[in-house]
Every structure is written in C-alpha cells, then in structure tokens.
Nanobody, 115 residues
Framework: QVQLVESGGGLVQAGGSLRLACAVS????????MGWYRQAPGKQREWVAELTSVGSANYADSVKGRFTISKDNAKNTVYLQMNSLKPEDTAVYYC?????????WGQGTQVTVSS
C-alpha cells in the first residue's frame, strides 16, 4: 500500500517562503513523474508542478518563476520550494504521481498566506 505524507505547510505572510515535502512509502519516486497539486476552499484540486523521471520540471502559469519542484530519490521524497508567496496560493497542497493511476491521496499540508 502506497502512502503519501505531505508536510511543511504553515502560515506565512505574503512574500514569504515555505518548503513542502512529500514522503513516499510503498513505492518509489524514481521512475515516476511526480506532481504537486493544491485545493483551495470551494475549488477543485489543481495541478501546480511536475518533475519527470528524467528531471524535467513543468509548472502551472500561476506559480512559474516562484515555485521549484525537486526530489531526493535516496529519501524517496519530493519537495516544493515556494517563494514570493501570494494570498491566492492559500490551499491544501498534495503530491501524487502524474500521467499514471494516482496513488491513494495523502492528507495534504495546509498553506495559508496572509496579506
């Protein structure tokens, strides 16, 4: 059974930074395209960033230039460095693999950006 555990969220002022982590157990990050997603209150979950198995990163336009996705294969963990945070980045953030059947979703980590 694959488990995803997201962490690193919190309350931050606009312009601040946070680094999220997603620890994967029961499978491996290596060989999968991994993604970060977010869901704001009253909205559908949306894709934020992805990192392919060969290390190519892609980002939603709303976070391009501010967020950076990375991974540590040895730790089986995916990261999301978020800089220049805006109030509209407030959401619960989740990770999962992309372009394949999703693993069971984790509990997510709450990010709240105050203005």
């Amino acid at each position: 059974q694959v488990q995803l555990v997201e962490s690193g969220g919190g309350l931050v002022q606009a312009g601040g930074s946070l680094r999220l982590a997603c620890a994967v157990s029961g499978s491996v990050v290596r060989g999968n395209t991994m993604g970060w997603y977010r869901q704001a209150p009253g909205k559908q979950r949306e894709w934020v960033a992805e990192l392919t198995s060969v290390g190519s990163a892609n980002y939603a336009d709303s976070v391009k230039g501010r967020f950076t996705i990375s991974k540590d294969n040895a730790k089986n963990t995916v990261y999301l460095q978020m800089n220049s945070l805006k109030p509209e980045d407030t959401a619960v953030y989740y990770c999962n693999r992309r372009w394949a059947s999703p693993w069971p979703w984790g509990q997510g980590t709450q990010v709240t950006v105050s203005s």
